[in-house]
T-cell receptor
């Protein structure tokens, strides 16, 4: 089955710096890659997603890039703010026959210091 | 607010018991997914329903079962509970399969 590896497990940055989180996946048929932000006591919140026919997508301070050849995708957050502090998860849907089954990475704890 | 409603927020029970977790999807969403989140296993897919029918299964234990009703709400039933079943259980919904999934705030299950 699909395996998603996420790095780093923790990331500490100063306010205003950029943060990058990377994920690799194993199933070359995977076609949908969302990123979720989870705050304490809350469920995962979808912040951005990308499909396999697109190389990059941007939404204000957040961007995601996808390299299908290398089977990896990354989340980029620019001009970080303290409210960006949370756990971030990448995920993938492994192939066309897997319907909506998301396979998640292990998560990255992002801390933004004021 | 994602629009996905889960009840109850917290559940405390004993080993051997049975519980039911409830999920109301976002208006218009036909697919419902259940996930389990624990410290050692992370976020794991359990089961998916689409318009009342089971569509995909993950590593869901035989002691666990789910269903989606005609009004599209879903219930996850956990029986013969063990200490290791203590976890956060999340429901997500989407318009259709392969579409963005939106999560509720979960039910925290504690087995004593």
């Amino acid at each position: 089955g699909e395996n998603v590896e996420q790095h780093p497990s923790t990331l500490s940055v100063q306010e205003g710096d950029s943060a990058v989180i990377k994920c690799t996946y194993s199933d070359s048929a995977s076609n949908y890659f969302p990123w979720y932000k989870q705050e304490l006591g809350k469920g995962p919140q979808l912040i951005i997603d990308i499909r396999s026919n697109v190389g990059e997508k941007k939404d204000q301070r957040i961007a995601v890039t996808l390299n299908k050849t290398a089977k990896h995708f990354s989340l980029h957050i620019t001009e970080t703010q303290p409210e960006d502090s949370a756990v971030y998860f990448c995920a993938a849907i492994p192939g066309w026959t897997s319907y909506g089954k998301l396979t998640f990475g292990q998560g990255t704890i992002l801390t933004v210091h004021p | 607010d994602s629009g996905v409603t889960q009840t109850p927020k917290h559940l405390i029970t004993a080993t051997g018991q049975r519980v039911t977790l409830r999920c109301s999807p976002r208006s218009g969403d036909l697919s419902v997914y259940w996930y389990q989140q624990s410290l050692d296993q992370g976020l794991q897919f359990l089961i998916q329903y689409y318009n009342g029918e089971e569509r995909a299964k993950g590593n869901i234990l035989e002691r666990f079962s789910a269903q989606q009703f005609p009004d599209l709400h879903s219930e996850l039933n956990l029986s013969s509970l063990e200490l290791g079943d203590s976890a956060l259980y999340f429901c997500a919904s989407s318009v259709g399969q392969g579409q963005p999934q939106h999560f509720g705030d979960g039910t925290r299950l504690s087995i004593l």
